[in-house]
Every structure is written in structure tokens, then in C-alpha cells.
């Protein structure tokens, strides 16, 4: 089941920018009430970047994105952003879009929705 959609993934360079987006495919962004972004390297477990309520705007971020990333929504456009901006080459993961109908956790077995992932590689 695919109810979310991830884009915006790709290639960056050390410093550079990326900016992905997470588009709802069979529900409103009101339908959640928390929405996250995590990330996951080869052999590494699911890493919560950052999450956001839907309707209070609130976010918190991992201490290792502070300052770099920048997540936002757009209810009526039923998108969620995550602007990547001073990539590093530690940056470089799978990045996926989840929710859930309840509070935000950093852990991943809470949320329910998922997107497929969009790939991230930062280059030193």
C-alpha cells in the first residue's frame, strides 16, 4: 500500500541543496496528525530526521540536521518538504515520508504510512 509519494531525491555535492517533497496519493494532509521524515544508510538502522504537525506547524529535528534542514507542509497543497541545505556526505541515505494519526516519535515502528523512499547521495 503506497499512500504517500516521496520526489525531489538525487545527487548533490558536499554544500549543495536538495529539496524533497512527499505528496499524499489517498488522503488529505489533514487525515494525519504527524508527519516525518526518516532516512536509512546500508546497514544502518531507520533514522528519524525530522517531524512536523500537520496542523500546528510544530517540528523537531535530529540534533545531526539542526541548523541544515528545514521541514514544512503545505495542508491545501498536501505536501510535505524536507529543504536539505549544507549537505554532507554523511547526508547520503534513503529517504522516506511516513505519518501517523497520533503524536510524533522518532521511532519508526509507530508510524503506519510510508512512502517508497527517494534515494540521496552527497559526494565529498
Known amino acids: 500500500q503506497v499512500q504517500l509519494v516521496e520526489s525531489g531525491g538525487g545527487s548533490a555535492q558536499a554544500g549543495g541543496s536538495l529539496r524533497l517533497s512527499c505528496a499524499s496519493s489517498g488522503y488529505t494532509y489533514a487525515y494525519y496528525y504527524c508527519m516525518a521524515w526518516f532516512r536509512q544508510a546500508p546497514g544502518k538502522e531507520r533514522e528519524g530526521v525530522a517531524t512536523i504537525y500537520t496542523f500546528t506547524g510544530t517540528t523537531v529535528y535530529a540534533d545531526s540536521v539542526k541548523g541544515r534542514f528545514t521541514i514544512s507542509r503545505d495542508n491545501a497543497k498536501n505536501t510535505l518538504y524536507l529543504q536539505m541545505d549544507s549537505l554532507k556526505p554523511e547526508d547520503t541515505a534513503m529517504y522516506y515520508c511516513?505519518?501517523?494519526?497520533?503524536?510524533?516519535?522518532?521511532?519508526?515502528?509507530?508510524?503506519?504510512?510510508w512512502g517508497q523512499g527517494t534515494q540521496v547521495t552527497v559526494s565529498s
Open positions: 511516513a505519518a501517523r494519526l497520533g503524536s510524533c516519535y522518532k521511532d519508526p515502528k509507530f508510524f503506519t504510512y
